[in-house]
């Protein structure tokens, strides 16, 4: 039989959603489970049983189960929130609570190159901005290791977080690289530098340096995960945009076996036929479509749509202020579709490529029979920002739909002016009649 849970009774049933699964069946939706060639699944039914994907079918019946009627909304897996410093960034202009970056050495002139910092043992799953992305349908994103002024071409680390609280991340780590005109200045402000620093360190790894002499930059540590990421066993992760820096990429990449994604790549569709013979993703911000400094000369709105179109895995990615605007991402691959990109591989972009380029695709991205249940329930169209999440499982679990935002703007709706001195929130303005 099927219990049907709506309004209070609903709310009540998934009060305590953060402690534990709850078996669930949502019926009656459409479901985009993002696999490859999936389709669209109408008006089916997914049962959610032990923290898993138990059934997709329709007409499912079980005794006892709670239901949710999804008529008329879209269930797809959670959405991938784009490469953030969700949970080790709290305040961006604070630099207490930022751990994003490492600062080293002095420039070009004094260099330490630190690859085996990992910034996911700084992730703090209490953060404030976890509840603001995951109740927007965001449900993992991919840390980023950066380099401050002084530090180095190559940031360190990160790795895929699920947004559920839990404090370990899943699947391997991501190296992370700056290159081009932006990451110039470390390298003796020409970007032919880069490449030369590049080759030796791939020397270093490979014994062609001693690590006594005197031009050694890496620690045994670096060494070893260097080693790692330049024998194809990790993806780096590859911040620049210029189709010529590009092109060079491809070339170092494949003379070393290295295994790149591309992150900005704003003239990368100009090199879309050689990137999709290589393999390599690429993770756009797809409103950038003037450009900002000179590397961005080639931008275009239709820059993921081309990419794609040659065969290129398209994911996305915000190039400004991502940890405390993951939502924003939706954005991105909705403005790819209204320029040319196929409405799957919008979605796909911020499920499947995703989970399969950082080597997660066991744990999200799609929605799968036998598959932890990380779902979200929509309004309708998620790449449509007038559609909201309505309900978001993460492991089974439901999650509380309210975060710092929600809270704040509840307070200030539900307050009353009043005579009494002190009776209005801080900073509440006075009704104007």
Same mark, same amino acid.
């Given at each position: 039989m099927r219990v049907l849970l709506t309004g209070g009774?609903?709310?009540?049933?998934?009060?305590?959603?953060?402690?534990?699964?709850?078996?669930?069946?949502?019926?009656?939706?459409?479901?985009?489970?993002?696999?490859?060639?999936?389709?669209?699944?109408?008006?089916?039914?997914?049962?959610? =049983?032990? &923290?898993?994907?138990?059934?997709? @079918?329709? %007409?499912? *019946?079980?005794?006892g189960i709670p239901m949710i009627d999804g008529t008329g909304m879209w269930l797809t897996p959670a959405l991938f929130g784009g490469i953030t410093g969700i949970g080790?960034?709290?305040?961006?202009?604070?630099?207490?609570?930022?751990?994003?970056?490492?600062?080293?050495?002095?420039?070009a002139k004094d260099m330490v190159v630190r690859p085996e910092f990992d910034v996911t043992l700084a992730y703090n799953p209490d953060s404030i901005v976890l509840p603001v992305a995951r109740v927007e349908g965001i449900?993992?994103?991919?840390?980023?290791?950066?380099? =401050?002024? &002084?530090?180095?071409?190559?940031? @360190?680390? %990160?790795? *895929?977080?699920r947004l559920d609280g839990s404090p370990d991340p899943v699947g391997p780590r991501t190296l992370f690289l700056s290159l081009g005109g932006g990451?110039?200045?470390?390298t003796g402000t020409s970007r032919a530098g880069q490449w030369m620093l590049l080759d030796q360190l791939v020397d270093e790894v490979r014994g062609r340096?001693?690590?006594?002499?005197?031009?050694?930059?890496?620690?045994?540590?670096?060494?070893?995960?260097?080693?790692?990421?330049?024998?194809?066993?990790?993806r780096v992760v590859v911040r620049m945009d210029r189709a010529a820096d590009i092109r060079q990429l491809l070339r170092w990449s494949q003379r070393h076996g290295v295994r790149i994604a591309i992150a900005g790549g704003a003239e990368a569709w100009r090199l879309a036929p050689e990137l999709a013979r290589a393999n390599v993703p690429v993770f756009v911000d797809s409103l950038v479509n003037l450009p900002n400094n000179f590397d961005q000369l080639a931008a275009t709105l239709e820059n993921a749509a081309r990419l794609r179109a040659a065969g290129v895995?398209?994911?996305?990615?915000?190039?400004?202020?991502?940890?405390?605007?993951?939502?924003?991402?939706?954005?991105?691959?909705?403005?790819?579709?209204a320029n040319g990109l196929p409405w799957e591989d919008g979605l796909a972009g911020l499920?499947?490529?995703?989970?399969?380029?950082?080597?997660?695709?066991?744990?999200?991205?799609?929605?799968?029979?036998?598959?932890?249940?990380?779902?979200?329930l929509w309004s309708g169209d998620p790449l449509d920002v007038a559609n909201t999440a309505r309900h978001v499982w993460l492991g089974g679990r439901a999650m509380p739909m309210r975060s710092r935002q929600t809270e704040l703007r509840d307070r200030y709706l539900r307050a009353e002016p009043s005579a009494e001195a002190g009776a209005l929130p801080r900073a509440y303005p006075a009704r104007v009649e």
């Open positions: 009774l609903l709310a009540g049933a998934f009060a305590c959603g953060g402690a534990m699964a709850q078996d669930v069946l949502i019926a009656n939706t459409k479901v985009h489970t993002a696999k490859a060639g999936g389709g669209v699944l109408e008006d089916y039914d997914v049962l959610v =049983r032990d &923290g898993r994907v138990a059934a997709i @079918g329709r %007409g499912l *019946v079980f005794e080790i960034e709290e305040v961006s202009a604070e630099e207490a609570t930022n751990d994003a970056a490492l600062a080293l050495g002095d420039g449900g993992f994103t991919l840390l980023s290791a950066g380099s =401050r002024p &002084g530090g180095s071409i190559i940031g @360190g680390q %990160g790795g *895929v977080m990451a110039a200045g470390l340096i001693p690590a006594e002499s005197g031009g050694a930059l890496l620690t045994p540590a670096g060494r070893s995960t260097l080693a790692r990421y330049f024998s194809g066993n990790g895995q398209v994911g996305f990615t915000q190039s400004g202020d991502a940890s405390h605007n993951a939502r924003k991402v939706r954005q991105l691959a909705g403005n790819a579709v499920t499947r490529v995703p989970a399969e380029t950082f080597g997660v695709a066991d744990h999200v991205g799609t929605i799968e029979v036998g598959k932890t249940a990380d779902l979200v």
